[in-house]
């Protein structure tokens, strides 16, 4: 049985849902109509389901036939605060909330296989579907984890789905290895003599502190990580002074950004050049600079042997020709990676197009391409399916 096939039949049905969750964004670890919404179809079709896991987290558990084998299924919830300038009838509700990364897709993606898998439970073992909130900068698979997610529903392996509008409808991709960046937050603090902007002499003005390092920390990458290697160091906001008061030099000055690399001895790298030259350039000036660093996510490491049976699955599904192999890795983050640290597993995206238009992610006028539904979650089904199939000898 083809999974895409059966699911295509509720297309209409699962499109309105999506459409529904669009509309009503939820932050990370507020997403309590969401999970109302998901507990409700879960009890609908009979599904057995927990909910509260990782404050705001549901995981539904669905048998199959008789088999011990278990392998999770996850999709994240949460929405982003960010304005929408969409303007059909299922855009957001709310201002600065909006499902600007597709969370909403992933999510109906998700109870659409579970319908599936409930309904026709060709499959032996125990699938967990883990959905989860807070991924956009909470930690919300941390969370989860930490909850006692794999103690309570073990997993002996565990993917994940995530549009990608940077690949044409139909196409789905993997990155073997390291597919998704770590993300830390930079904070620098620059303390200053303010003053009078008519009498400099008598100041450590913190805006040309700041104006050096925003130049400076750009040479680490060039300078001291290998060619071979990646990084990104982004400075993405500067806060100074009053806009109006044109004549007064601020005491303090403050630049927030983030790193991106894979490897952790370049995090490393990146972390301490980052300070020292901070540091160094503050005490030039005669101010004092000092980085607050904080690593958000690590990097999002696709396993080998799972990488390698999400692809079958894949072309079993779409074609060897609109299976992408290598896809490029990607310097956006994603906590998905705190389950892939202690789980084998695998990360893929779903392609749904867009992004020439300029409906990439997090962009304000972005949306989920419901055309996917069905092969998204047809690509969830089939991964349950054929990870645990009836038959399967134990290990």
Same mark, same amino acid.
């Given at each position: 049985?083809?999974?895409?096939?059966?699911?295509?039949?509720?297309?209409?049905?699962?499109?309105?849902?999506?459409?529904?969750?669009? @509309?009503?964004?939820?932050?990370?670890? $507020?997403?309590?109509?969401?999970? +109302?919404?998901? *507990? %409700? /179809?879960?009890?609908? =079709?009979?599904?057995?389901?927990?909910?509260?896991?990782?404050?705001?987290?549901?995981?539904?558990?669905?048998?199959?036939?008789?088999?011990?084998?278990?392998?999770?299924?996850?999709?994240?919830?949460?929405?982003?605060?960010?304005?929408?300038?969409?303007?059909?009838?299922?855009?957001?509700?709310?201002?600065?909330?909006?499902?600007?990364?597709?969370?909403?897709?992933?999510?109906?993606?998700?109870?659409?296989?579970?319908?599936?898998?409930?309904?026709?439970?060709?499959?032996?073992?125990?699938?967990?579907?883990?959905?989860?909130?807070?991924?956009?900068?909470? @930690?919300?698979?941390?969370?989860?984890? $930490?909850?006692?997610?794999?103690? +309570?529903?073990? *997993? %002996? /392996?565990?993917?994940? =789905?995530?549009?990608?509008?940077?690949?044409?409808?139909?196409?789905?991709?993997?990155?073997?290895?390291?597919?998704?960046?770590?993300?830390?937050?930079?904070?620098?603090?620059?303390?200053?003599?303010?003053?009078?902007?008519?009498?400099?002499?008598?100041?450590?003005?913190?805006?040309?502190?700041?104006?050096?390092?925003?130049?400076?920390?750009?040479?680490?990458?060039?300078?001291?990580?290998?060619?071979?290697?990646?990084?990104?160091?982004?400075?993405?906001?500067?806060?100074?002074?009053?806009?109006?008061?044109?004549?007064?030099?601020?005491?303090?000055?403050?630049?927030?950004?983030?790193?991106?690399?894979?490897?952790?001895?370049?995090?490393?790298?990146?972390?301490?050049?980052?300070?020292? =030259?901070?540091?160094?350039?503050?005490?030039?000036?005669?101010?004092?600079?000092?980085?607050?660093?904080?690593?958000?996510?690590?990097?999002?490491?696709?396993?080998?042997?799972?990488?390698?049976?999400?692809?079958?699955?894949?072309?079993?599904?779409?074609?060897?020709?609109?299976?992408?192999?290598?896809?490029?890795?990607?310097?956006?983050?994603?906590?998905?990676?705190?389950?892939?640290?202690?789980?084998?597993?695998?990360?893929?995206?779903?392609?749904?197009?867009?992004?020439?238009?300029?409906?990439?992610?997090?962009?304000?006028?972005?949306?989920?391409?419901?055309?996917?539904?069905?092969?998204?979650?047809?690509?969830?089904?089939?991964?349950?399916?054929?990870?645990?199939?009836?038959?399967? =000898?134990?290990?």
């Amino acid at each position: 049985m083809n999974p895409v096939e059966h699911i295509r039949h509720w297309h209409a049905e699962y499109t309105g849902l999506r459409r529904d969750l669009h @509309a009503h964004p939820e932050l990370g670890f $507020e997403e309590e109509r969401t999970a +109302r919404i998901v *507990c %409700e /179809q879960l009890r609908r =079709l009979g599904i057995e389901h927990h909910v509260g896991i990782g404050r705001t987290g549901v995981v539904a558990v669905i048998r199959g036939r008789d088999g011990d084998g278990t392998v999770g299924l996850r999709a994240d919830m949460d929405a982003l605060p960010m304005q929408e300038e969409n303007e059909f009838p299922h855009r957001s509700r709310y201002d600065g909330r909006m499902h600007g990364c597709g969370h909403d897709g992933h999510t109906t993606m998700l109870l659409a296989a579970a319908r599936y898998l409930a309904e026709t439970r060709n499959f032996a073992g125990t699938v967990n579907l883990i959905f989860q909130p807070g991924e956009e900068g909470f @930690a919300g698979a941390r969370e989860m984890i $930490e909850d006692g997610l794999f103690e +309570r529903f073990p *997993c %002996e /392996q565990v993917f994940a =789905l995530h549009n990608w509008p940077a690949l044409p409808v139909g196409k789905i991709g993997l990155t073997p290895g390291a597919a998704m960046a770590a993300a830390d937050r930079v904070e620098i603090t620059i303390d200053g003599q303010g003053g009078h902007g008519a009498h400099p002499h008598r100041t450590v003005d913190p805006v040309v502190v700041a104006g050096h390092i925003i130049t400076a920390v750009q040479s680490i990458v060039s300078r001291n990580v290998s060619p071979i290697d990646t990084a990104v160091v982004s400075l993405c906001s500067m806060h100074a002074g009053n806009p109006g008061a044109m004549s007064v030099v601020p005491q303090h000055a403050k630049l927030v950004g983030t790193v991106r690399t894979f490897k952790p001895t370049v995090q490393n790298t990146v972390e301490q050049r980052l300070k020292e =030259l901070v540091g160094s350039i503050g005490a030039a000036f005669g101010a004092q600079a000092t980085v607050h660093y904080e690593r958000i996510y690590p990097a999002t490491i696709n396993h080998d042997g799972p990488s390698a049976f999400a692809l079958d699955v894949a072309e079993s599904l779409v074609g060897k020709e609109n299976v992408v192999r290598n896809l490029d890795p990607s310097m956006g983050s994603e906590d998905f990676s705190f389950m892939l640290q202690v789980k084998p597993g695998a990360f893929a995206r779903l392609g749904q197009g867009g992004a020439d238009a300029g409906g990439f992610l997090h962009a304000t006028r972005y949306d989920f391409n419901d055309a996917v539904i069905p092969l998204g979650a047809g690509y969830l089904a089939a991964l349950a399916e054929r990870a645990l199939p009836i038959g399967r =000898l134990a290990p």
